[in-house]
């Protein structure tokens, strides 16, 4: 009988977060919890940064599902969804959902009990106004770009990475991938703003399903959450990885 270190109570969801330098040092150990298939993949990365960021993410990742579940990290088997979402076994999981993101020196890492969840994490590269508003237009929703156009340039940054973040965290919740297309559904773009769903005409039903919200998220750096069927107001807790994953969590 598996026992688990760290337990999500009713109403919480836990975000993990993570800086890639602060794993570096532990990356031999890190590498030891990835399983064959996922050893095989980091081989395969041309980019050694790249190499070292998945093995580091998949490792942490590892130890976190064995705290909230009492497996082992290395024996966590992992399925992926038709469009590459990872997933717990039946066997294994123990009702934890979660999903990962990472971008630049930054990792999240959300976990819930009972609701499908999706995380993401963008570094903010600096662009003009002119090349993020052609990028809107060629991703975004007409609603999220006649926001987008309506601002001052000053503002343009932040709501074209809020709105992409939340966009992000939607299709991840559903496991989608670029399988929905990103023009196929409407966020509210203003950074200052709690995140709405404004329209899924793809799942109309979604709108009163999935919820966003948006995440602290290190300087430089947008992260937003959605969450699929959560009852009630969920309690966000952060922690930073290595704390120590103790009982009281
Ligand atoms: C793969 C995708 C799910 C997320 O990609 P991303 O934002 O580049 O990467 P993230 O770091 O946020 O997420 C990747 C992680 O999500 C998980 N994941 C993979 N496929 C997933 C899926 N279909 N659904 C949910 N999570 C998925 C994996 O854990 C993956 O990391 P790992 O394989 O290293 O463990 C997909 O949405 C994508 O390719 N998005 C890019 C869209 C884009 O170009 N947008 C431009 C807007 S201007």
Redesign the pocket.
């Given at each position: 009988m598996a026992t688990s270190s760290a337990t999500i109570q009713a109403g919480e969801v836990h975000v993990w977060s993570l800086s890639f330098s602060d794993a570096e040092s532990d990356i031999a150990n890190l590498k030891q919890l990835l399983s064959d298939d996922e050893q095989t993949r980091a081989v395969r990365f041309i980019s050694d940064c790249d190499r070292i960021r998945?093995t580091i993410?998949?490792g942490v990742?590892r130890q976190l599902l064995s705290a909230y579940t009492g497996h082992p990290a290395r024996s966590i088997q992992l399925i992926y969804?038709r469009?590459?979402?990872?997933a717990l076994t039946a066997s294994q999981a123990h009702d934890i959902n979660f999903?990962?993101?990472?971008?630049g020196e930054h990792a999240l890492f959300a976990l819930s009990r009972e609701c499908d969840v999706?995380?993401?994490?963008?570094r903010i590269r600096p662009y003009s106004p002119a090349y993020r508003l052609r990028?809107?237009k060629?991703?975004?929703s007409e609603l999220e770009c006649s926001a987008i156009q309506g601002l001052t340039a000053s503002r343009v940054e932040q709501a074209f990475f809020a709105c992409?973040t939340r966009?992000?965290a939607y299709?991840?919740v559903?496991?989608?991938?670029?399988s929905l297309p990103?023009s196929q559904f409407s966020v509210s773009v203003n950074p200052m703003s709690a995140p709405q769903l404004l329209a899924t005409p793809w799942c109309p039903s979604d709108l009163k399903l999935t919820r966003l919200w948006d995440l602290a998220a290190p300087r430089g750096y947008r992260a937003a959450i959605a969450l699929k069927t959560f009852a009630g107001e969920p309690e966000f807790r952060l922690f930073d990885w290595p704390a120590k994953i103790s009982p009281g969590l």
């Open positions: 998945f993410a998949r990742l969804g469009h590459g979402r990872p999903n990962l993101s990472h971008s999706g995380v993401d994490i963008e990028l809107a060629r991703f975004f992409w966009k992000e299709i991840k559903h496991g989608r991938g670029l990103l």
